[in-house]
Every structure is written in structure tokens, then in C-alpha cells.
């Protein structure tokens, strides 16, 4: 089993927000693979199959600083005591420190402050989990903290939009060729999927 968690805050007033692109690629591998996501105390979470391996998907509805509670509590029901932590996790976050649009994908690393992969490493004990990370871009005059709760502008949103679909494409590559091949192919991608 492969668990694939896309970050974000539950309730309406999060949904539109740049730290809720973890939950919107969710919702779209949920839709194209017609997984259904059931609500549950601390997730919303459904299971199917993806490039011929079971998946879980999950959105943690703990709060973005809480993240990690609800993906080791999914992690240790569905892995075997056999598996390292991470070996079988995939976390889609934004990323503040990218172009609004541009995806990279991490086998590993420091949290680079997002408060939900710093939840994840504290409760798994490990840094060695992928990460895409979707750029939201940065305000500089706005802290991170209140920039990241803001919806995106007009002109962002159809960037956004791509880049929810290709970091959904993204997973797929995953799943089919390994971490290291889809770094390749996606890393090189700037906004929008165009090669540089």
C-alpha cells in the first residue's frame, strides 16, 4: 500500500486558500481513479488502485500543524510492522519558495519551515518520506503564516489549476517509474509543464 496525503485546513473558509492545493490534488486523483473519500474523526480517507499498486489517499482534518497525526495513525493501520515509516508515503504540500505553479518532487530533507511536513517528521521520526511540492509564490511584504491562507489571484489560477493536474500525473509517475525517474521528468518542468 502506497499512502498518498495532500496537505491542507478543513472547513469552507480554507478550501480556495494556497495551503489547501495538497487537499485539491486529493480531490482530483480521487475523482479520475473513482475513489470515494469517507470522513472520519481526524481524515477524510478512501482506498483504490493506481499504476497496479492499492493506494490510500487522505486528507488529515487535524489542521495543517497537526498533519502528522492523522497520516502516522493511517500509516499504522494499513502498513506492515516490516515497512520504515515513509517507505510507502507521498505528501503534496505547497511550497512558498517556488513560482506560483512550478511542482518539484523530494525523496527526502528538512521541512523548509512548512508546518505540516514538521508535523509529519516529528510524529514518523523520519525525514525520508516524497514530498511534490506545488509553488504558491510569496508576497514579501505579507509573513508566510497569513500569505498562505489567502486565495490565489486571478491570473494564478489557471497556473494552479495545471499544476493540481500534473502533480496528480506526478503521483502516477511515481507509482510507475520510481522516484527518481519522475524527479527527472518533473523537476525540469517549469510552470505550466513546459520543459526549460
Same mark, same amino acid.
Given at each position: 500500500?502506497?499512502? &498518498?496525503?495532500?496537505?491542507?485546513?478543513?472547513?469552507?473558509?480554507?478550501?480556495?486558500?494556497?495551503?489547501?492545493?495538497?487537499?485539491?490534488? &486529493?480531490?482530483?486523483?480521487? =475523482?479520475?481513479?473513482? &475513489?470515494?473519500?469517507?470522513?472520519?474523526?481526524?481524515?477524510?480517507?478512501? +482506498?483504490?488502485?493506481?499504476?497496479? +499498486?492499492? /493506494?490510500?489517499?487522505?486528507?488529515?482534518?487535524?489542521?495543517?500543524?497537526?498533519?502528522? +497525526?492523522?497520516?502516522?495513525?493511517?500509516?499504522?493501520?494499513?502498513?506492515?510492522?516490516?515497512?520504515?515509516?515513509?517507505?510507502?508515503?507521498?505528501?503534496?504540500?505547497?511550497? &512558498?519558495?517556488?513560482? %506560483?505553479?512550478?511542482?518539484?518532487?523530494?525523496?527526502?530533507?528538512?521541512?523548509?519551515?512548512?508546518?505540516?511536513?514538521?508535523?509529519?517528521?516529528?510524529?514518523? =521520526?523520519?525525514?525520508?518520506?516524497?514530498?511534490?511540492?506545488?509553488?504558491?509564490?510569496?508576497?514579501?511584504?505579507?509573513?508566510? *503564516?497569513?500569505?498562505?491562507?489567502?486565495?490565489?489571484?486571478?491570473?494564478?489560477?489557471?497556473?494552479?489549476? *495545471?499544476?493540481?493536474?500534473?502533480?496528480?500525473?506526478? %503521483?502516477?509517475?511515481?507509482?510507475?517509474?520510481? %522516484? *527518481?525517474?519522475?524527479?527527472?521528468? /518533473?523537476?525540469?518542468?517549469?510552470?505550466?509543464?513546459?520543459?526549460?
Amino acid at each position: 500500500m502506497v499512502l &498518498i496525503a495532500g496537505l491542507g485546513n478543513p472547513g469552507e473558509r480554507y478550501r480556495a486558500t494556497r495551503h489547501n492545493v495538497g487537499f485539491r490534488v &486529493i480531490d482530483h486523483i480521487a =475523482g479520475t481513479l473513482q &475513489i470515494a473519500l469517507q470522513v472520519k474523526e481526524k481524515y477524510s480517507i478512501g +482506498q483504490g488502485a493506481q499504476e497496479g +499498486q492499492r /493506494v490510500t489517499l487522505l486528507k488529515p482534518l487535524t489542521f495543517m500543524n497537526l498533519s502528522g +497525526q492523522a497520516v502516522r495513525q493511517v500509516l499504522r493501520r494499513y502498513l506492515s510492522s516490516a515497512d520504515e515509516p515513509g517507505s510507502r508515503l507521498i505528501v503534496i504540500h505547497d511550497d &512558498i519558495d517556488l513560482p %506560483v505553479g512550478r511542482i518539484r518532487i523530494r525523496r527526502n530533507g528538512s521541512s523548509g519551515g512548512h508546518r505540516g511536513i514538521e508535523s509529519i517528521i516529528a510524529e514518523l =521520526g523520519t525525514r525520508e518520506f516524497v514530498r511534490i511540492k506545488i509553488g504558491v509564490g510569496r508576497e514579501p511584504l505579507l509573513p508566510a *503564516e497569513e500569505f498562505v491562507l489567502r486565495a490565489f489571484r486571478p491570473d494564478e489560477k489557471p497556473l494552479i489549476d *495545471e499544476a493540481v493536474v500534473h502533480a496528480a500525473e506526478a %503521483v502516477g509517475t511515481i507509482l510507475r517509474l520510481g %522516484v *527518481e525517474k519522475a524527479m527527472t521528468n /518533473v523537476n525540469r518542468q517549469k510552470a505550466g509543464g513546459e520543459n526549460e
